[in-house]
């Protein structure tokens, strides 16, 4: 079973604006991370936050953790038009056992 | 370096046809791993490898078999295809030591249509 939920399902917003998404996980985790998919392609990673932080800043990605919730957040801030992809959180119990995926949220980027 | 490749990119069988998904990767990652993605999901994984000469079962392994031929490629094989194995399936690669070692990276994806 998805181990992950993220909300919104979709997302659409102009150009510059910041784009939030959620995502909420069901088990102890040692690390969540953020990727991005762009259409017909393999997924990229962006993003690493573990279970003892609770924010992390990679250029204009900001993500934050709350483990007592379970759930994350993840800011993309002045939006690009080559933002538009489907981002998915992933969690990880910390070996090397596969990661655990949400749905995803699916972000348009309009110009 | 190519990363991590996959062949074919696309395929389409009939049910009841076998066939292997290629994977290779150029990184000297210890770990490879197999997932799928349905129409609007998330990854879901198949098998995976922590090392050479081990694998174990993921979340959804029924109908596949894997190798891991050496440190470089890791294929999946499914013995007789069935409608319910159409997917995107994706390879990944990760290595176990260093600042990158909880990142996986994921090849390009074959599409398989199984009728």
């Known amino acids: 079973s998805q181990q992950g939920e993220e909300d919104p399902q979709a997302l659409s917003i102009q150009e510059g604006e910041n784009a939030t998404m959620n995502c909420s996980y069901k088990?102890?985790?040692?690390?969540l991370q953020w990727y991005r998919q762009n259409s017909g392609r393999g997924l990229v990673h962006l993003i690493l936050?573990?279970?003892?932080?609770r924010e992390k800043h990679s250029g204009r990605l900001r993500v934050t953790l709350d483990t007592s919730k379970k759930s994350s957040s993840l800011l993309i801030t002045a939006s690009r038009a080559a933002d538009t992809a489907s981002y998915f959180c992933?969690?990880?119990?910390?070996?090397?056992?596969?990661?655990?995926f949400g749905k995803g949220t699916h972000l348009i980027i309009q110009p | 370096n190519a990363g991590v490749t996959q062949t074919p990119k696309f395929q389409v069988l009939k049910t009841g046809q076998s066939m292997t998904l290629q994977c290779a990767q150029d990184?000297?990652?210890?770990?490879m791993y197999w997932y799928r993605q349905d129409p609007g999901m998330g990854l879901r994984l198949i098998y995976y490898s922590a090392s050479e000469g081990t694998t174990d079962k993921g979340e959804v392994p029924n109908g596949y078999n894997v190798s891991r031929l050496n440190k470089r490629e890791f294929s999946l094989r499914l013995e007789s295809a069935a409608p319910s194995q159409t997917s995107v399936y994706f390879c990944?690669?990760?290595?176990?030591?260093?600042?990158?070692?909880?990142?996986?990276?994921f090849g390009p994806g074959t599409r398989l249509t199984v009728l």
């Open positions: 088990t102890s985790i040692n690390n």
């Open positions: 992933a969690t990880s119990g910390g070996g090397a056992d596969g990661l655990t």
């Open positions: 990944a690669s990760r290595p176990t030591r260093g600042r990158q070692s909880n990142e996986q990276f």
């Open positions: 936050i573990r279970s003892n932080e």
């Open positions: 990184m000297n990652h210890n770990s």
